[in-house]
């Protein structure tokens, strides 16, 4: 069943300026344009994972059975506020060919770009500080359950990692969230007076982009990390990686999506054998073949090939 996006929210929430933005901005960021979302009114909310189910069996006529009840966790999903400002000078924005609301325009793209760039990288590693993102909501990395739903390739290269994540979005799930209802603008221009290096001021327009984002998994079940992808020989991405990975999923509950780096996807490509009568190579592999239909891949930058061996 189709869910809505984080796109679709802001369709439904945003300012027609800003949807046109997020569109074209968030589609370098499969991992933001085609998750699953939901709003909320305030900024965070409290949400209980199950870990393991109970214990039931039968029992004999005068017997009872011992009790037992599921393993719960108790997260707390936040908002974290994204709020990036951008200024130009007003004299190079009115003097633009086609006028200073494109050259606004323009920039707004940009910081737009950057931002779900941002995001796109929170998404996998959080706050993790190795990428910068010490202000972000807990990702993919600080979420997944690290012993059970792990598969480690073996690489030793230090600081060539990467990760393949397979992902199940849903509601009980992976999810983005946006607070405050929603909200997602560019706030209109003001004129402001800008200063250069040495203090001196001039004319300048300021406007900022205001987002409310944060991220749930809502499941153990909901994400498996491939880690330890290397460029060491036989350390790279395969069917078989992916075929133990799809392993530990429940039946009836299997991945939604894969993300992987470029690099990763050659791998995998490189690693099967060509079977074409013509000779001609295997081609580029765009879906996992799930237990209950095609999964499909997605290639996406906001995954490192440097990450490291520790993580």
């Known amino acids: 069943m189709s869910m809505p996006t984080l796109l679709d929210v802001v369709k439904r929430n945003g300012t027609d300026p800003v949807v046109g933005l997020i569109e074209e901005a968030s589609k370098a960021t499969p991992e933001v344009m085609l998750g699953a979302a939901r709003t909320i009114t305030g900024l965070n909310y409290k949400t209980r994972v199950r870990t393991s189910l109970p214990t039931v069996g039968f029992r004999q006529v005068n017997q009872g059975t011992a009790v037992s009840k599921s393993g719960i966790e108790q997260r707390l999903i936040e908002c974290f506020l994204m709020n990036p400002p951008f200024q130009v000078d007003k004299a190079a924005a009115d003097a633009a060919e086609d006028g200073a609301a494109a050259y606004l ?63 199940r979005w849903g509601v009980q ?8 209802g929603g909200r997602a603008e560019v706030t209109d221009p003001k004129e402001v007076v800008l200063y250069d290096a040495s203090s001196n001021p001039y004319d300048g327009y300021h406007q900022s982009l205001y987002l409310r984002p944060g ?55 490189n690693s099967r054998t060509a079977t074409s009568p013509t000779g001609s190579p295997a081609p580029w592999p765009d879906t996992i073949d799930g237990p209950e239909g095609p999964i499909p891949v997605h290639t996406t930058d906001s995954i490192s090939n440097v990450e490291a061996l520790t993580l």
Not at 142 to 155: C, F, K
Not at 173 to 180: I, N, Q, T
Not at 226 to 250: Q, V
């Open 105 to 167: 325009a323009e920039e707004a793209l940009g910081i737009t770009q950057a931002a779900f760039q941002t995001l796109g990288v929170a998404c996998f590693y959080g706050a993790d500080a190795n990428f910068g993102k010490t202000d972000a909501f807990p990702g993919f990395l600080q979420s997944y359950d690290s012993t059970n739903m792990v598969v480690d390739a073996g690489g030793t290269t230090a600081a060539t990692g990467s990760s393949v994540w397979l992902v």
């Open 173 to 180: 799930d992976a999810r983005w969230v946006l607070g405050e």
């Open 215 to 269: 991220l749930q998994v809502g499941s153990v079940y909901s994400l498996c990390r491939i880690k330890k992808l290397t460029e060491d020989s036989g350390k790279g991405l395969t069917d078989a990686l992916i075929d133990k990975g799809m392993e530990k999923f429940p039946a009836g509950r299997p991945p939604t999506m894969a993300f992987m780096t470029r690099r990763s996807r050659r791998q995998w490509k």
